[in-house]
């Protein structure tokens, strides 16, 4: 029999960004024996690598702003297809949230009166992001530690044991869950160094995985993203939604190749930054589309007077929803009018003192001097898209996190719904906080209201075993598949055939492409023993990848439309008809499956919110036949 070592929580918190770390302080501070596990180490997740900063509507810089205007901006952002429901609790929580990690201690840049600064950010109507600097995420990460530290010396002074309520198990995998029946009972991991395995045992699990970019060849994300708890969650019986949303941050370094993807933070074009063509042309004027026209400086002479009067300019088209910038730019570069090497020009060299931009914008400084070797305070940078974010996740309530699985949370980037088709910038460390905390306090509230503890049954843990181990069970013959090679092929065919632009001949070669890696990957053979061997663990995290990449793909061949961060070649217009429809995904022997489902009515004092006008651009006739304003 294979040893397990074995560990007994209330709540275990799966991931330890921002989603998981608030989820495990509030499932602690709920009286809940946690344990947070994070498969790198504690501290390096995406949340600290996040820039720019963190939406909420606190009104510091322009008093106008408030939370329905948020949650206008946010439902405009993801085309109206959002949970309407998530949208407006994180419009509405968001300042408490951030107010409540100064209580944590963090400190974020401040205004000249003293009051926490904000930033402008593609489609947010005003400044609205809090931040430290462009190195918001690492703050957030460090003062959600700091708190967890403070919770373990409470701890330690009532029990003798900093870890008798929190626990952290850092460079520890989960690759399953297990239930007991229609509930959640554990879950199932390996220490990276070691190999060894370890079972946790508990009645509720909170998803805090982040997202699938390491799909995509080309990305802004690092090598933990491998989409581990969407396929974990599709495994346990959960729904994912919104699947085909992938956001293409129209901003990630092109050049030189060993860096292409990495992230040129939406803060450049915040603070004054604007992209420009190899003919020198400002060209998102060009680009404004339909559905914003009136919303957008229309001359260069606007959108410059918007930065510093906002009551008589509108903003610049260069903050536009991330969806419309990336597709612009695609579109300069296919026309012939790229940079030199692919992309386009981002120019704040032009437009800031050189003190300034270091001052504001200290790690894309370095980042560019040290990985380019351009000083982006005397030339512009090159930019293009690159795989950022997945809107796309579990299937959960909006109040409780709970996906359909009773005992199986989820928040954070692995969660679906709360930015429909297009996330905007900001909107994802304001998420982690509000939805978090929900998480956890919704774990909480199921222990409480349960009458029986979940047990796990000990053949299923020798099943995870086994499929653990499985890489290691081919003998090492001509058929034998690498897992190197197989995880290229992904990436480059997912990048290639289900990237930023979409079309069906494309998207269903993807698939074919797909059902052959799916086959090979299961003669993948892996050498060495389960000591430091990251091909074993490459071997265990395509499976996720391969199985969430088909979600993905299977979704954007149903949705006939173009919409937010989902652009289909053959058919380029936003249908209202598709504005309702959710596509879920589940996961069955033979793969995943896909299909529509309706979302709920948004409710009438949200939808009173906007003006009939512009409900009208993306809401059915139909739909709108019962609006006052038309039957009235
Ligand atoms: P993460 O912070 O990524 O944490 C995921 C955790 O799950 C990690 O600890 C990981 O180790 C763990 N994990 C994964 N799989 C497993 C497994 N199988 N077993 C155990 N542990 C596992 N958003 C904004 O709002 N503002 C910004 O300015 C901003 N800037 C960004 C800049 C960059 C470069 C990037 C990549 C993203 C940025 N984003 C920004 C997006 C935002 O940072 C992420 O969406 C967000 O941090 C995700 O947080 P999370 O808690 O859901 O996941």
């Given at each position: 029999?294979?040893q397990?070592e074995?560990?007994?929580?209330?709540?275990?918190?799966?991931?330890?960004?921002?989603?998981?770390?608030?989820?495990?302080?509030?499932?602690?501070?709920?009286?809940?024996?946690?344990?947070?596990i994070s498969k790198s180490l504690f501290?390096k997740?995406?949340?600290?690598?996040?820039?720019?900063?963190?939406?909420?509507?606190?009104?510091?810089?322009?008093?106008?702003?408030?939370?329905?205007?948020?949650?206008?901006?946010?439902?405009?952002?993801?085309?109206?297809?959002?949970?309407?429901?998530?949208?407006?609790?994180?419009?509405?929580?968001?300042?408490?949230?951030?107010?409540?990690?100064?209580?944590?201690?963090?400190?974020?840049?401040?205004?000249?009166?003293?009051?926490?600064?904000?930033?402008?950010?593609?489609?947010?109507?005003?400044?609205?992001?809090?931040?430290?600097?462009?190195?918001?995420?690492?703050?957030?990460?460090?003062?959600?530690?700091?708190?967890?530290?403070?919770?373990?010396?409470?701890?330690?002074?009532?029990?003798?044991?900093?870890?008798?309520?929190?626990?952290v198990f850092s460079e520890c995998t989960v690759t399953?869950?297990?239930?007991?029946?229609?509930?959640?009972?554990?879950?199932?991991a390996y220490w990276r160094d070691s190999g060894k395995f370890v079972?946790?045992?508990?009645?509720?699990?909170?998803?805090?995985?982040?997202?699938?970019?390491?799909?995509?060849?080309?990305?802004?994300?690092?090598w933990e993203?491998?989409?581990?708890?969407?396929?974990?969650?599709?495994?346990?019986?959960?729904?994912?939604?919104?699947?085909?949303?992938?956001?293409?941050?129209?901003?990630?370094?092109?050049?030189?190749?060993?860096?292409?993807?990495?992230?040129?933070?939406?803060?450049?074009?915040?603070?004054?930054?604007?992209?420009?063509?190899?003919?020198?042309?400002?060209?998102?004027?060009?680009?404004?589309?339909?559905?914003?026209?009136?919303?957008?400086?229309?001359?260069?002479?606007?959108?410059?007077?918007?930065?510093?009067?906002?009551?008589?300019?509108?903003?610049?088209?260069?903050?536009?929803?991330?969806?419309?910038?990336?597709?612009?730019?695609?579109?300069?570069?296919?026309?012939?009018?790229?940079?030199?090497?692919?992309?386009?020009?981002?120019?704040?060299?032009?437009?800031?003192?050189?003190?300034?931009?270091?001052?504001?914008?200290?790690?894309?400084?370095?980042?560019?001097?040290?990985?380019?070797?351009?000083?982006?305070?005397?030339?512009?940078?090159?930019?293009?898209?690159?795989?950022?974010?997945?809107?796309?996740?579990?299937?959960?309530?909006?109040?409780?996190?709970?996906?359909?699985?009773?005992?199986?949370?989820?928040?954070?980037?692995?969660?679906?719904?709360?930015?429909?088709?297009?996330?905007?910038?900001?909107?994802?460390?304001?998420?982690?906080?509000?939805?978090?905390?929900?998480?956890?306090?919704?774990?909480?509230?199921?222990?409480?209201?349960?009458?029986?503890?979940?047990?796990?049954?000990?053949?299923?843990?020798?099943?995870?075993?086994?499929?653990a181990?499985?890489?290691?069970?081919?003998?090492?013959?001509?058929?034998?598949?690498?897992?190197?090679?197989?995880?290229?092929?992904?990436?480059?065919?997912?990048?290639?055939?289900?990237?930023?632009?979409?079309?069906?001949?494309?998207?269903?070669?993807?698939?074919?492409?797909?059902?052959?890696?799916?086959?090979?990957?299961?003669?993948?053979?892996?050498?060495g023993r389960r000591e430091f061997n990251p091909g074993w663990h490459?071997?265990i995290?395509?499976?996720?990848?391969?199985?969430?990449?088909?979600?993905?793909?299977?979704?954007?061949?149903?949705?006939?439309?173009?919409?937010?961060?989902?652009?289909?070649?053959?058919?380029?217009?936003?249908?209202?008809?598709?504005?309702?429809?959710?596509?879920?995904?589940?996961?069955?022997?033979?793969?995943?499956?896909?299909?529509?489902?309706?979302?709920?009515?948004?409710?009438?004092?949200?939808?009173?919110?906007?003006?009939?006008?512009?409900?009208?651009?993306?809401?059915?006739?139909?739909?709108?036949?019962?609006?006052?304003?038309?039957?009235?």
């Amino acid at each position: 029999q294979v040893q397990v070592e074995r560990f007994d929580y209330d709540v275990i918190v799966i991931g330890a960004g921002g989603a998981g770390l608030r989820a495990a302080i509030e499932a602690r501070q709920q009286g809940k024996k946690t344990a947070i596990i994070s498969k790198s180490l504690f501290g390096k997740a995406h949340t600290v690598m996040a820039e720019g900063g963190c939406a909420a509507s606190m009104g510091n810089v322009n008093e106008k702003d408030n939370w329905q205007v948020h949650f206008r901006d946010t439902m405009r952002g993801g085309k109206f297809l959002n949970n309407w429901r998530m949208a407006e609790l994180h419009a509405k929580e968001a300042p408490e949230r951030v107010w409540e990690l100064e209580t944590y201690g963090a400190l974020f840049d401040r205004t000249k009166d003293g009051k926490i600064s904000q930033r402008n950010f593609g489609g947010h109507t005003y400044p609205r992001l809090a931040h430290v600097g462009d190195r918001t995420g690492l703050e957030m990460i460090r003062t959600m530690q700091q708190k967890i530290v403070s919770l373990q010396q409470e701890d330690f002074a009532e029990t003798g044991d900093y870890e008798s309520h929190l626990k952290v198990f850092s460079e520890c995998t989960v690759t399953e869950l297990i239930k007991d029946g229609d509930r959640i009972a554990g879950a199932f991991a390996y220490w990276r160094d070691s190999g060894k395995f370890v079972l946790f045992s508990a009645p509720a699990i909170v998803l805090a995985t982040g997202g699938i970019g390491k799909s995509f060849k080309v990305t802004s994300n690092s090598w933990e993203y491998t989409g581990d708890g969407h396929a974990l969650a599709l495994r346990a019986g959960a729904t994912l939604i919104n699947m085909e949303f992938v956001q293409f941050h129209p901003t990630g370094m092109v050049w030189p190749p060993s860096v292409k993807g990495i992230l040129v933070t939406e803060g450049v074009r915040g603070d004054g930054g604007v992209l420009k063509n190899s003919d020198g042309k400002r060209f998102m004027f060009e680009y404004i589309p339909d559905v914003f026209k009136g919303q957008y400086a229309e001359t260069e002479q606007e959108a410059d007077g918007w930065y510093a009067d906002q009551d008589n300019n509108r903003r610049t088209p260069d903050l536009l929803p991330r969806d419309e910038v990336a597709r612009a730019i695609n579109s300069e570069v296919k026309a012939g009018r790229g940079s030199p090497h692919g992309g386009v020009f981002l120019d704040i060299a032009s437009r800031l003192p050189a003190e300034e931009i270091r001052r504001r914008l200290p790690s894309m400084y370095h980042q560019f001097k040290e990985l380019a070797d351009v000083d982006i305070t005397a030339q512009p940078m090159e930019v293009g898209p690159t795989c950022h974010y997945v809107m796309g996740g579990v299937e959960v309530d909006p109040d409780t996190a709970s996906s359909i699985v009773p005992g199986l949370f989820a928040a954070g980037e692995v969660a679906g719904g709360m930015h429909g088709s297009n996330r905007l910038g900001g909107n994802s460390l304001s998420d982690l906080i509000v939805f978090g905390r929900r998480a956890g306090l919704g774990a909480a509230e199921y222990i409480d209201a349960l009458e029986q503890r979940p047990k796990i049954s000990e053949s299923d843990v020798d099943g995870a075993a086994a499929r653990a181990v499985s890489p290691f069970d081919f003998p090492s013959s001509g058929q034998a598949e690498n897992p190197y090679s197989i995880h290229a092929e992904l990436q480059q065919s997912m990048n290639d055939l289900v990237g930023i632009i979409r079309k069906e001949e494309e998207v269903q070669a993807a698939l074919d492409k797909l059902a052959e890696l799916k086959e090979r990957a299961k003669l993948v053979a892996v050498e060495g023993r389960r000591e430091f061997n990251p091909g074993w663990h490459l071997a265990i995290d395509l499976r996720n990848m391969l199985l969430v990449s088909e979600c993905v793909a299977k979704a954007a061949l149903l949705r006939t439309e173009s919409r937010g961060g989902h652009t289909r070649d053959d058919f380029p217009g936003m249908d209202s008809k598709w504005r309702n429809t959710l596509l879920v995904c589940e996961a069955y022997d033979d793969g995943a499956r896909v299909t529509p489902k309706e979302q709920v009515p948004m409710r009438e004092d949200l939808l009173e919110l906007f003006e009939l006008s512009e409900l009208e651009k993306y809401y059915t006739d139909g739909e709108l036949a019962d609006h006052p304003q038309r039957s009235g």
